[in-house]
């Protein structure tokens, strides 16, 4: 599947065990590593894992791990899918180095304003209560699928100012691109990225010609002195939203409530407690870890990395999950604690390609769970917990369900 860092992961390996229950947090489906080793990935192309906080830490700030592909060794070319040349997949920040991802970072900030985050809670509400409305009589549902799967599809299609008229078709490709359950195929992925190509071309052009208030209209007047984002960097930019700014949030709510309702005791008091919502997210967040690995490093000199020799062109890869869990830097880190101060948690990387959709992330969480735990009493799964089965992934900690039952403890919003 298609990864956070924005690009395909042709031939990334996933966990063997589909069913697995508590996937580890590190890496599924490897064998546990030293805090940097040399593994094999399925795939058989060799890779460094970070897996400890400092040298996590360290590597999300080493600038002389690029993520730009033209350093990686060309053998893992294929593997990483790229061939040398731009396209709408490889040309966005994520995969990028300064100063070219400083120059493109700061004209996506102008369109991606706090002001615009700010103006989206209140249709992030109307789009909650809607959804929860649609549930609440009949006591049960799959909240990811009837819930939070659509709540945060809706938010980013009307956040990028996709028509009414093409949502489901943008929808249909956007689950054939990001892989969802790993169900596509590379065929399917690459005739979907064809699709992307000719819409958001057009789109674009009609946002110059016409802009509104929405955000691929905000990135085609990004402007500074004079320099401005390429069509393609725009186009680029929004496939990256699709997979950084959708899935890792699903992520984040299906297996934060799922954290949350097997601690009971924490869930009542954060319904009795609404202020406790904001520093609960970020335990949520270090615990559940949305995205257990970035890829997409490779050094670009020979180098030493928390005492292992690291060749040129080598591939790293860094686990925030194992990270997030290093008795080292959190007490008892396999536990939920939402008192903990867990501030400094790496879910949402760190440094210069720290996440910059954060503060919607957030802000999504707080209004989701809060209007969640106030709607429904008595909120608990509805099938037993090693049940719950994981969607294979190296890179995306993604709960598949969360069959839940509740007792509607409001009535229904009426808009």
């Known amino acids: 599947m298609p990864n956070p860092d924005g690009a ?3 031939g990334c390996p996933v966990h063997a065990d589909a069913t697995a229950a508590a996937p580890r947090p590190w890496a599924p489906g490897l064998p546990e590593p030293g805090p940097v080793e040399q593994l094999l990935l399925p795939d058989g192309n060799p ?3 970070i897996t400890r906080y400092d040298d996590a830490l360290a590597a999300l700030n080493n600038r002389k791990l690029s993520k730009h592909f033209d350093n990686a060794l060309p053998e893992l070319w294929p593997s990483v899918g790229y061939d040398g040349r731009k396209s709408i997949l490889n040309q966005h920040m994520n995969l990028a180095d300064p100063p070219e991802h400083t120059r493109l970072r700061r004209l996506v900030s102008k369109a991606f304003t706090p002001r615009r985050v700010a103006d989206l809670g209140e249709r992030i509400q109307q789009i ?6 649609a549930v609440a009589e009949a006591g ?5 699928a009837s819930f939070i799967s659509p709540l945060i599809s809706t938010v980013l299609y009307e956040m990028l100012g996709v028509p009414l008229a093409d949502v489901e078709e943008f929808e249909r490709n956007t689950y054939i691109f990001v ?6 195929s590379p065929e399917e992925v690459v005739a979907s990225v064809g699709w992307f190509e000719e819409y958001l071309t057009k789109l674009t052009a009609q946002r110059r010609a016409d802009p509104g208030p929405d955000l691929i209209s905000g990135l085609v ?6 320099d401005a984002l390429a069509d393609l960097e725009i186009r680029s930019t929004v496939m990256l939203l699709l997979l950084a700014g959708a899935e890792t949030t699903i992520n984040l709510l299906s297996n934060g409530v799922l954290a949350l309702l097997r601690n009971p005791e924490q869930l009542a008091e954060l319904k009795d407690d609404p202020e406790g919502l904001a520093p609960a997210i970020e335990e949520l967040l270090r615990l559940t870890s949305p995205v257990f690995t970035v890829v997409y490093r490779f050094a670009t000199e020979d180098m030493e990395l928390g005492g292992a020799q690291v060749k040129a062109g080598e591939h790293v890869m860094i686990s925030l999950a194992a990270a997030n869990h290093d008795p080292g830097q959190f007490s008892d880190p396999e536990s939920l604690d939402i008192h903990r101060d867990a501030s400094k948690h790496l879910a949402l990387g760190h440094g210069t390609h720290f996440c910059i959709g954060a503060p919607l992330a957030r802000l999504k969480a707080r209004i989701a769970l809060r209007t969640l735990f106030d709607r ?3 909120l608990r799964l509805a099938v037993p917990d090693e049940k719950l089965t994981w969607t294979p992934s190296l890179v995306a900690n993604s709960l598949d369900h969360l069959p839940v039952t509740f007792t509607a403890a409001t009535p229904a919003a009426t808009g």
């Open 8 to 10: 395909p992961a042709t």
């Open 47 to 49: 890779v460094w894992m």
């Open 128 to 133: 909650t209560d809607e959804l929860l409305d």
């Open 140 to 144: 049960t549902a799959d909240l990811k």
């Open 179 to 184: 892989g969802l359950g790993n169900s596509s």
């Open 221 to 226: 007047q990004a402007n500074e002195d004079g």
């Open 376 to 378: 429904f009493d008595d």
